[in-house]
C-alpha cells in the first residue's frame, strides 16, 4: 500500500513536501517513483530513487528544484519540492515498482511500477 501525503494549496515560489509511505508489501521493492498528472494533461514522471543504491532520477523540469529522499527506517520516500510554479500543479502520485531495478529510461514508464498511491492535490496560484 502506497500513501501520498502533503498536499495543499500554495502560491508561486512556496515550497511543499510530498511524502509516500509504504507498507505491506510481500515482494520486494526496487524503487519509488513520483509521477503527476496536470489538468487536462497525461501523467508524468517527475523523480524516483532506486532502493538498493539510493540513485536518483530527475525529469528536466524539476531538476534543481525537487530533491527525493528516502528514510529507510520508517519507509517513507519524500519529495522536496521547491520554487513552486503554476505550471507544477497537479495530482501528484506515487508508485513503487517490484518487478526489478529502474533505469534511466523506465523510471518514466508508468507501465514499470506495479502499486501506485491514490495521489495528493498540489495546486499553486496566486
Known amino acids: 500500500q502506497l500513501v501520498e501525503s502533503g498536499g495543499v494549496s500554495v502560491q508561486p515560489g512556496w515550497t511543499l513536501r510530498l511524502a509516500c509511505a509504504a507498507s505491506?508489501?510481500?515482494?520486494?521493492?526496487?524503487?519509488i517513483g513520483w509521477f503527476r498528472q496536470g489538468p487536462g494533461k497525461g501523467r508524468e514522471g517527475v523523480s524516483a530513487?532506486?532502493?538498493?543504491?539510493?540513485?536518483?532520477y530527475y525529469a528536466n523540469s524539476v531538476k534543481g528544484r525537487f530533491t527525493i529522499s528516502r528514510d529507510n527506517a520508517t519507509n517513507i520516500v519524500y519529495l522536496q519540492m521547491n520554487s513552486l510554479t503554476p505550471e507544477d500543479t497537479a495530482v501528484y502520485f506515487c508508485?513503487?515498482?517490484?518487478?526489478?531495478?529502474?533505469?534511466?529510461?523506465?523510471?518514466?514508464?508508468?507501465?514499470?511500477?506495479?502499486?501506485w498511491g491514490q495521489g495528493t492535490q498540489v495546486t499553486v496560484s496566486s
Open positions: 508508485a513503487a515498482r517490484s518487478g526489478g531495478g529502474l533505469d534511466d529510461f523506465g523510471w518514466t514508464q508508468r507501465h514499470e511500477y506495479e502499486y
Open positions: 505491506g508489501f510481500t515482494s520486494a521493492v526496487y524503487g
Open positions: 530513487i532506486r532502493t538498493g543504491d539510493g540513485r536518483t
